[in-house]
């Protein structure tokens, strides 16, 4: 099995890279957002609360990023530093651009969606010259999101922060994120993401998101093991497919294979679970555990984020988590 190799003795663990968002999660659950009328603020986009849950598990982070000159892009970058995230690399647009937003209804704990909005939006003007090679240098792993490909200048800093990873021997793992409002099409996507794919160590995305990558290669769609070996020829040592409540199948490229177990939650809504075992697992990772310890304590994180409101807010200690594996260790 190829396990990612982490560099020993740089001052960061992970350096995110991708969207800054806003999330506005309805108050009055178990109805339509049309009849919604409160909704509470966090900071959202998957890259950011994987950074988020990293930094709670005790990871030295980073992130790199673009961030609207207004009062929302402070607040962002106020709880990125409250949580001893480094924003050195966090840039404040000065183009005009707005911070995306993400309303999120939620009808049930099955009922779920997210309304987002994403023209103009400081994250994806991101450019390449904010790419410092030195900075990813730095750090033991870069954590990016597929949504920065979406549109230019922020494709082209990713594929650089990427290429830049890669030089100097940082772990690139790659989250496909793929959120629809920003994409013209679903072929751009599927090429785009399958170019970052390629050039990364870990690979984690659900079912239906590598189906859009599967297409590109004409990959029968559905099949987790066809479509972890398609990746695992590149450059990745491993694949995470995620399905919900279903768990996870985590794939080696010596042909072995884990499917991980679910945890019991009082749910309340559906996202944010993926972010909370991404943090996790990585974590895991870091510290050298095997694939089954690493799924084990994304699955109880995930558990403990979608019993909460917040997604970013949610995410949880180590003990927290701990205390959930023990709770229902012999289930």
């Given at each position: 099995m190829t ?7 740089r ?16 108050n009055?659950?178990?109805r ?6 409160t909704?509470?603020?966090?900071v959202g986009?998957s ?8 930094a709670r598990l ?5 992130f ?10 402070r607040?962002?970058?106020?709880y ?7 924003t050195s690399?966090v ?12 309303f999120?209804?939620i009808?049930?704990p099955?009922d779920?969606?997210?309304?987002m909005y994403?023209?103009?939006?400081a994250d994806l ?11 990813i240098?730095s ?7 597929g949504?920065?490909l979406?549109?230019?200048?922020s494709?082209?800093?990713a ?5 830049v990873?890669?030089e ?9 994120d793929y959120?629809?409002y920003t994409?013209t099409s ?8 399958s ?6 160590d870990v690979i984690?995305?659900g ?5 859009l990558l ?10 987790d093991?066809?479509t972890a070996?398609r990746?695992?020829r590149?450059?990745a040592?491993i ?8 768990g ?9 294979s884990?499917t991980?177990r679910?945890?019991p939650?009082?749910v309340?809504?559906?996202f944010g679970?993926g972010d909370?075992?991404?943090?996790a697992?990585i974590?895991?990772l870091?510290h050298g555990?095997?694939?089954e ?10 558990s403990i ?6 997604c970013?807010?949610?995410?949880p ?5 701990e205390?959930?594996?023990g709770r229902?260790a012999?289930?």
């Amino acid at each position: 099995m190829t396990l990612p190799s982490f560099a020993a003795g740089r001052p960061l663990d992970v350096i995110g890279l991708g969207r800054l968002c806003i999330d506005l999660n309805a108050n009055e659950i178990h109805r339509p957002m049309e009849e919604t009328r409160t909704f509470t603020k966090y900071v959202g986009g998957s890259p950011a609360n994987i950074t988020i849950a990293l930094a709670r598990l005790g990871e030295k982070t980073g992130f790199i990023g673009r961030v609207s000159d207004d009062q929302h892009g402070r607040f962002i970058t106020r709880y990125l530093e409250e949580r001893g995230i480094d924003t050195s690399h966090v840039i404040t647009d000065k183009s005009g651009s707005v911070t995306g937003l993400a309303f999120t209804e939620i009808k049930s704990p099955t009922d779920c969606s997210i309304l987002m909005y994403r023209d103009n939006v400081a994250d994806l003007k991101l450019e390449p010259g904010d790419i410092d090679a030195a900075y990813i240098g730095s750090a033991k792993a870069l954590l990016v999101s597929g949504t920065a490909l979406a549109a230019s200048p922020s494709r082209e800093a990713a594929l650089k922060a990427i290429h830049v990873a890669r030089e100097c021997g940082t772990v690139v793992i790659f989250d496909i994120d793929y959120r629809p409002y920003t994409w013209t099409s679903r072929e751009e996507t599927g090429i785009y993401c399958s170019i970052a794919a390629a050039k990364s160590d870990v690979i984690l995305g659900g079912r239906e998101e590598f189906d859009l990558l599967d297409a590109v290669y004409e990959t029968p769609h559905g099949d987790d093991r066809r479509t972890a070996e398609r990746w695992l020829r590149e450059s990745a040592g491993i694949v995470v497919v995620k399905r919900g409540g279903d768990g996870s199948t985590v794939y080696a490229r010596d042909g072995r294979s884990w499917t991980g177990r679910t945890f019991p939650a009082q749910v309340v809504k559906t996202f944010g679970a993926g972010d909370a075992f991404a943090g996790a697992f990585i974590h895991g990772l870091l510290h050298g555990w095997d694939i089954e310890r690493c799924q084990l304590f994304g699955s109880a994180a995930a558990s403990i984020v979608v019993a909460s409101h917040s997604c970013s807010d949610a995410m949880p200690t180590a003990e927290q988590i701990e205390d959930v594996i023990g709770r229902y260790a012999n289930g």
